[in-house]
């Protein structure tokens, strides 16, 4: 991706090297000019450059011949990878999966060096994981389940560790300001023959806790509230070793066609990216992943596809070799937002507008302009309206 503005010119005094999956640098160049995403162009348009090459006396040019078969070969081995799904419709379309995305970020030696796995509460937000949803989560299912430090030690949220004095259940883990690895818990406190769990919380450093080394915590039984909590988070248990990653993706929607006019040959796709890496590389190309397109199923279908498997990926966590650790650890991506615009932000909302009688879809607020023009009439958007049924 080094080549990112101008991959021609990382294409001059280039022999050696791997060109995979192309056979070899005349038919990356070729196939480079006819996907540029920059530019459209046909097979037409190939066939005649390869033409003005040749003419020029540019050496070892390849046919249009070998560039179809060399395209229709890297198309059959894409689809060999892509999922067969159906909207509610039962309408046929193929997409990415999420977690062969995934595999290709962790294993990718450009990308997973720059990729941030905890969250960050700083005084400046300059990243998406300095963001209070991300920074300031606290929900178990999201939030980073574990975290292994340079001595080896190993700690998971909904465990009981010793910090002080004191016992705590961590929640989340992050980063601070130095980079430095912190956490917020939930103390648990004895009460006679029992540990409780309590709603007072606990910010500390993950270098403080310590292990139940005499396993005298569990010998009580830890409760919260009537309810008995087991010990061992059961996510360690079904990892089996191997570190556990929460990912948090942004997920994009968007109309698009060929023509000039989206009135014509109008496809509708859905892209992600992976919001562990920094602004600077997200914003690359190479990091926003199409997961589908289609001109027969809707974003609506394409994204209902998208979320089954995200549901499916939290139960079951997948398996992916970590580049930068050097083995293989458990994914579990999250989406942490949709992005779209209002056109289709609307159609995903089942919106009317503002100016719409009965806007909202979750109370029957009035939103017709007379009522919008007056005082007492926007006072009213202030307050909690009768919640609407499904009748």
Not at 10 to 19: F, I, R
Not at 125 to 153: F, S, W
Not at 336 to 357: C, E, F, H, Q, R
């Amino acid at each position: 991706h080094a080549a990112h503005e101008n991959p021609l010119r990382h294409l001059v005094g280039q022999e050696a090297g791997s060109w995979g999956p192309f056979r070899d640098k005349r038919i990356f160049a070729s196939l480079s000019f006819l996907l540029s995403p920059r530019q459209a162009h046909s097979l037409q348009s190939l066939e005649h450059a390869l033409g003005l090459a040749e003419a020029l006396g540019a050496p070892n040019v390849p046919s249009i011949n070998v560039c179809k078969k060399a395209l229709a070969r890297i198309y059959l081995r894409g689809k060999e990878k892509l999922v067969r799904s159906t909207d509610v419709d039962g309408n046929v379309f193929w997409r990415n999966s999420v977690a062969s995305l995934l595999k290709e970020d962790f294993c990718n030696s450009a990308v997973r060096p720059n990729m941030h796995l905890l969250p960050r509460r700083t005084t400046v937000v300059r990243e998406l994981r300095d963001g209070g949803a991300l920074a300031y989560n606290t929900d178990e299912r999201t939030v980073a389940p574990m975290i292994r430090l340079e001595n080896g030690k190993e700690f998971w949220i909904k465990e009981v560790y010793e910090h002080g004095q004191q016992m705590v259940r961590p929640q989340c883990f992050f980063e601070g300001e130095q980079g430095e690895i912190f956490g917020e818990a939930k103390i648990v406190r004895q009460n006679g023959d029992e540990l409780q769990l309590t709603e007072d919380r606990l910010m500390f450093r993950a270098d403080q806790l310590k292990y139940d080394a005499e396993r005298r915590l569990s010998r009580l039984p830890l409760v919260d509230g009537e309810q008995e909590l087991p010990y061992t988070n059961a996510e360690r248990i079904r990892c089996n070793g191997k570190r556990l990653f929460s990912v948090p993706l942004v997920v994009f929607i968007d109309d698009l066609s060929g023509a000039r006019s989206k009135r014509w040959n109008k496809h509708e796709a859905i892209y992600l990216s992976n919001t562990t890496l920094d602004r600077s590389v997200l914003d690359l190309d190479s990091n926003i992943k199409l997961v589908s397109i289609s001109k027969n199923v809707t974003g609506e279908g394409q994204l209902s596809s998208l979320v089954d498997e995200l549901m499916q990926l939290h139960e079951n966590p997948t398996c992916v070799f970590d580049y930068t650790l050097g083995e293989d650890v458990m994914v579990r991506p999250f989406l942490l937002a949709v992005m779209a615009d209002n056109p289709m932000a609307a159609s995903l909302t089942s919106s009317i507008g503002l100016t719409g009688n009965r806007f909202c879809r979750m109370c029957d607020v009035d939103g017709s302009k007379s009522t919008l023009s007056t005082t007492d009439g926007f006072i009213r958007y202030l307050k909690t309206a009768n919640a609407r049924s499904a009748q």
